[in-house]
């Protein structure tokens, strides 16, 4: 007779744990998947394999971009860790042409267990200045790029949600 009642408290929660996982909004593509910070994030799909997410739905609030892009086969078998700081600085290039004065920082990163690149710069769109901090990695063929920008958090701030948003990416490939 105990068992029903304590059948009936498991069953609860699991679907409690069952609840709180599908609240967790992630960005997948077939190679990686993301977890974003917590929110209401709205999903809008962008040109050339780039996914924004806005928190309410309002870029004022925050914004989250994905860049993942797939290199053609041939290219990724000749392409050696030597060569990756080249492939980071050209989607780092790509990435912040707007950035204010051309002035961007770097460090190494990791992601994935993989070396990454983060980069900073400061953005100017219709007069609003907005701090930007993204990270690349690239995995077996697959280049991926994720930034998180706001307008009105100090940059620690922003750097805390990218450390966040990086520390959750897995990759699907292995």
């Known amino acids: 007779m105990k068992r029903i009642p304590a059948l009936i408290l498991v069953i609860c929660l699991l679907c409690t744990m069952a609840t ?9 593509t077939d190679w990686y998947s993301v977890k974003l910070p917590e929110g209401d994030w709205q999903k809008a799909e962008g040109d050339e394999g780039i996914t924004y997410y806005y928190l309410d739905g309002n870029v004022m609030n925050g914004a989250i971009m994905f860049v993942s892009q797939d290199l053609d086969p041939e290219t990724a078998a000749t392409l050696t860790e030597g060569m990756l700081p080249v492939l980071y600085n050209s989607m780092i290039q790509t990435l912040t042409a707007y950035a204010v004065d051309g ?41 991926l790029a994720l930034c998180y920008m706001h307008l009105t958090k100090p940059v620690e701030e922003i750097r805390e949600v990218l450390t966040e948003l990086s520390d959750s990416v897995v990759y699907l490939g292995e």
């Open 103 to 143: 002035k961007v920082d770097e460090e190494d990163s990791v992601v994935a267990g993989r070396p990454g690149k983060i980069f900073s710069y400061v953005q100017e769109a219709d007069g609003l200045k907005v701090n930007v901090i993204g990270n690349c990695v690239y995995i077996d063929g697959h280049l």
């Open 20 to 28: 709180a996982f599908a609240d967790d909004v992630v960005f997948a």
